[in-house]
Each structure stands twice: as C-alpha cells, then as structure tokens.
C-alpha cells in the first residue's frame, strides 16, 4: 500500500512538474492571456462559449459603469483601464457606449477569435488568436 502511495506521490509530482513546463513556455503577454480566459471560462469546461463571453462583458461593463446607469461615457469608458474593448465598442460615434454596444463588440471579438468556428473559443484559440494587443 506504501508503494502504491508512492508511486501515486510521484506520478503526481511529474504531472505537476510538466504543468508548470508548459506554462513556463508561455510568453508573459501569453500568460496572461491564459490567466484571462480561465477567469472568462467560469465551468472551467476548458471552452469559452457566448453566454460566457456575454456574462464577462457585463462583468466589465458594470465595472466600469460607475454611476450605475448602464451607460459607459467617455471618462467611465477612458478614465479607468477597461477602455480598450469599449473603446471601440461606440457604433454610432455618440462618446457613450451601451451596454447592447458593449456586447456587439464582444460578440464580434468572440467571432473573430472562434477560428474554426465551433462557436466556443478554446484556451489555443485565445492564447495564440494574434490579438493580443486588444485589451478587454
Ligand atoms: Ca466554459
Ligand atoms: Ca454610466
Ligand atoms: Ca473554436
């Protein structure tokens, strides 16, 4: 039974040891991208689908929404980090960006991420989807 043990401890620790192989060959910007598409993956299913991607987008939205009347406006949306994706997000070029503006533009980034259009979006595709300079 102690072998067994054993045996157990170092299979583990050789699954451990190469996990963190793996991401020790990420890029930082590719680490992070991980590190935000596991936040983005609230199953951990290992797949981003739209409903996640939308619940994310209201995440952010609400976030960055500080006086809470479910519009960005220009200092909400370039005042604080979340600018980026809102930033381009204001269709109608109005400086304010609803939340239907918010997730169009996600759902367009979730499209153009889903290369083999399963409609999921897999850890490979966000991590290498070449978007890496666009901040959520
Ligand atoms: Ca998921
Ligand atoms: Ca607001
Ligand atoms: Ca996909």
């Given at each position: 039974m102690g ?10 620790c ?5 996990g963190?192989a793996?991401f ?6 590719q680490?992070?991208r991980?590190?935000e598409?596991?936040k983005?993956d609230r199953?951990n299913?290992?797949?981003?689908t739209?409903?996640e991607?939308?619940a994310y987008c209201d995440e952010?939205f609400?976030?960055?929404?500080k006086d809470g009347?479910?519009?960005l406006?220009?200092d909400?949306?370039?005042g ?8 381009t ?6 400086k304010?960006?609803?939340?239907e ?6 759902n367009?980034y ?7 259009k ?6 490979d595709e966000?991590v290498n989807s070449?978007?890496?300079?666009v901040?959520?």
């Amino acid at each position: 039974m102690g072998r067994t043990f054993r045996l157990g401890t170092m299979l583990f620790c050789f699954v451990l040891t190469s996990g963190v192989a793996a991401f020790a060959e990420d890029s930082d910007a590719q680490a992070a991208r991980r590190a935000e598409f596991q936040k983005i993956d609230r199953d951990n299913s290992i797949f981003v689908t739209h409903e996640e991607m939308e619940a994310y987008c209201d995440e952010r939205f609400n976030a960055a929404d500080k006086d809470g009347d479910s519009i960005l406006n220009d200092d909400e949306v370039l005042g604080d980090k979340t600018g980026g994706m809102f930033a381009t997000a204001d269709q109608n070029k109005d400086k304010k960006v609803t939340r239907e503006e918010a997730r169009a533009r996600y759902n367009q980034y979730f499209n153009e991420i889903d290369t083999n259009k399963d409609n999921q979006i897999s850890a490979d595709e966000y991590v290498n989807s070449g978007k890496v300079s666009v901040k959520f």
